[in-house]
Nanobody
Framework: QVQLVESGGGLVQAGGSLRLSCAAS????????MGWYRQAPGKQRELVAA???????NYSDSVKGRFTISMDNAKNTVHLQMNSLRPEDTAVYYC??????????????WGQGTQVTVSS
């Protein structure tokens, strides 16, 4: 019984920045991985960035050097700082969490998605 609440999406000009946030709430024992995926019209959902409980990070090649993911473990929140945005970054961004909801139970959750639109 976990809910992921996303915020920070919107419209920005090319070259601008946005900061996405995703807060997980509910019964959470610990976080394994939290990350961001995105899906543009006509394309498959793809991993953008992910961060583990131990702060190991992984980025799509297309966003390396431009995006930074971070986790606030105390608040069960992940942030995605997106700089130097490009029109091709336009997509619906989805938060994902891989969690242990109890000592013995692991589960995955998705946010509802937040629209990011980058104009030229």
């Amino acid at each position: 019984q976990v809910q992921l609440v996303e915020s920070g999406g919107g419209l920005v000009q090319a070259g601008g920045s946005l900061r996405l946030s995703c807060a997980a709430s509910g019964r959470i024992f610990s976080i394994n991985v939290m990350g961001w995926y995105r899906q543009a019209p006509g394309k498959q959902r793809e991993l953008v960035a992910a961060v583990t409980r131990g702060d190991s990070t992984n980025y799509s090649d297309s966003v390396k050097g431009r995006f930074t993911i971070s986790m606030d473990n105390a608040k069960n929140t992940v942030h995605l700082q997106m700089n130097s945005l490009r029109p091709e970054d336009t997509a619906v961004y989805y938060c994902n969490a891989d969690l242990r909801v109890t000592v013995s139970k692991r589960d995955n959750y998705w946010g509802q998605g937040t629209q990011v639109t980058v104009s030229s």
